[in-house]
């Protein structure tokens, strides 16, 4: 169905704006920083020792907190200077209802993705991750009309070969599940699924602000009822070290990461943002070997290996494609 776009804000311009020139170094940064959070977010969960769902609870709660905080100040420091008009706008009904599925998926989301968590390795948890764009570019040609360079797909085989050697040739006495890696299969499926509907927000002209600040409480309608059903008795009973991480994932991930991300668009092209995210699952294991003592084997390190190279290919030969057809 067409969306009527919305008012664009040139506060914070939505994803898919050209890159200011001569701004590749702050962009750069900016990833950076978000590879960095991201990649600690999942070890420090497993580090926390509470279960996943009660950690996606206080998360959401406090990043849709802070969001609000930010879209207020915003607006109250450019009403200050006169500048209202270019301020984030309070979303209306309309912007509530055209974010809620990406909100309600983006809950589900993030409560089995810490579930899984704590149930497999950071290895396998990261590397099944790292498979998203297989699914991301065939289903952005579905439903949005995008080109991609289909041949590109050849190179998804070497990322899956890769994912195999990860999977099957751990250490046998690791902390990898064959449950846990199925949730990360489903985490992928609804992962998919929320990009899809955040790139239909955004196109419609959702800034960034007001797209978290909207998601964030959208997303405690499916990830409150999942926690209260699954793990009610241990909401009020973290412990310091839970409290802690808790925290640490409202900043890194809900305010830092996607932050830098947003902030990324602005300045670097789409396609140099994602190959660069290939580096995040090794990153993610090598943090978890510093901070959880997991470790994996020569043939995994060989298995991650293929799976960024054939990663990055494929992401690198899609957005050629997608180059050309524009």
């Not at 020792?49 to 609870?57: A, H, K």
């Not at 059903?229 to 830092?256: H, N, P």
């Amino acid at each position: 169905m067409t969306q009527r776009p919305l008012r664009r804000e040139t506060a914070d311009e939505p994803a898919g704006s050209t890159p200011r020139p001569g701004s590749s170094a702050i962009g750069l940064l900016a990833v950076g920083a978000a590879i960095i959070s991201f990649s600690l977010s999942t070890p420090i969960v497993k580090w926390s020792g509470t279960t996943g769902v009660v950690l996606s609870f206080w998360r959401m709660w406090l990043s849709s907190a802070a969001w609000w905080i930010v879209l207020i100040t915003m607006r109250s420091s450019a009403r200050r200077r006169g500048t209202l008009d270019q301020a984030p706008l309070l979303p209306d009904r309309r912007t509530w209802l055209l974010i809620a599925p990406a909100g309600l998926l983006f809950g589900v989301n993030i409560s089995l993705l810490f579930t899984a968590a704590g149930r497999t390795s950071i290895a396998h948890l990261e590397f099944i991750a790292a498979l998203t764009p297989l699914l991301v570019v065939p289903a952005g040609a579905l439903f949005f009309g995008e080109r991609p360079n289909w041949s590109a797909l050849r190179f998804g085989i070497i990322s899956l070969v890769g994912v195999a050697l990860v999977l099957f040739f751990g250490p046998s006495t690791g902390t990898a599940s064959l449950r846990g890696d199925l949730l990360m299969v489903s985490v992928i499926f609804v992962w998919t699924g929320y990009l899809l509907f955040t790139k239909r927000a955004r196109a419609a002209g959702t800034s960034t602000v007001t797209f978290m600040a909207c998601m964030m409480p959208l997303g405690l309608l499916t990830s409150v009822p999942i926690t209260l059903i699954s793990a009610s008795d241990e909401v009020l009973g973290m412990t310091r070290r839970g409290r802690l991480v808790a925290f640490l994932l409202a900043v890194l991930t809900g305010m830092v990461a996607h932050g830098c991300i947003a902030f990324a668009q602005q300045h670097l092209p789409i396609g140099t943002i994602t190959v660069m995210q290939t580096s995040q699952p090794a990153l993610a294991v090598l943090f978890a070997f510093m901070i959880l003592g997991e470790s994996v084997r020569l043939l995994q390190v060989v298995g991650m290996i293929l799976v960024i190279v054939g990663i990055a290919a494929f992401t690198i030969v899609s957005q050629q494609g997608a180059q050309r057809e524009r």
